[in-house]
């Protein structure tokens, strides 16, 4: 692989490569990222300059103001972050993922959303733990979504307990929210008691890996704040 080049004006760069064998990955704020073989063009290698033209694509595109009691919420960041549905479950590509901010009078714009899968919008209300997260599909590349007003919402508690068959060890356990590689986490005591803070509102999903005898691998409950 190629080190990494900050700096090119105009978009171009310059740097040391083998054609056909190191590889490169091509990313620009509100861009798709791309990648691909290290691979010049037949004219430029026989000009004595070899180069390669890298043509990125904007994507599809969402805008929308972020609100909360009636007033636009400036400066939240908002994070966008890839992904699919495994068994109900969503599972994100974190490289792929990117953030922006809300303007003054909380508005926001952004291209580089993939069009296929689906897509994971979390804002967050400055010096608050009110969390707004919204899931995107169905975006059409070349467009830009209106969201229109979003309301960021103050987050809730839930508190649940594992409750295991006589003789079997509730403590311990470790429940994730939504995505068992994000750390969203907690240990149930002794008791099998667990508890989340500001879990955003709507439907959240909790599960739990590696005990069969407690959930099935891939099996989730559902839990709505």
Do not use: C
Request: charged fraction near 25%.
């Amino acid at each position: 692989n190629l080190p990494r080049v900050k700096e090119h004006p105009e978009g171009v760069f310059t740097a040391g490569a083998a054609p056909r064998r190191d590889s490169y990955v091509a990313y620009a704020p509100g861009f798709l990222m791309q990648e691909g073989d290290v691979q010049p063009t037949e004219e430029s290698v026989a000009s004595g300059t070899p180069a390669q033209r890298i043509l990125l694509d904007r994507g599809a595109g969402v805008k929308g103001r972020l609100m909360a009691d009636g007033e636009p919420i400036a400066g939240a960041p908002i994070d966008f972050t890839p992904g699919s549905l495994y068994r109900n479950e969503f599972s994100p590509e974190e490289r792929l993922a990117f953030q922006i901010q809300s303007g003054p009078d909380g508005t926001f714009q952004t291209t580089g959303l993939r069009a296929r899968g689906k897509t994971r919008l979390t804002a967050t209300r400055p010096g608050s733990s009110s969390q707004l997260v919204v899931m995107l599909d169905t975006l059409e590349s070349g467009k830009i979504r209106d969201l229109g007003d979003l309301e960021v919402l103050e987050g809730g508690t839930v508190l649940g307990q594992v409750i295991l068959p006589e003789g079997i060890d509730p403590g311990g356990i470790t429940v994730y929210r939504g995505d068992w590689r994000e750390d969203f986490n907690q240990v149930t005591d002794s008791t099998g008691v667990f508890r989340f803070e500001n879990v955003p509102p709507g439907t959240n999903s909790f599960g739990q890996r590696g005990r069969p005898e407690i959930l099935e691998d891939g099996g989730i409950v559902k839990a709505i704040v």
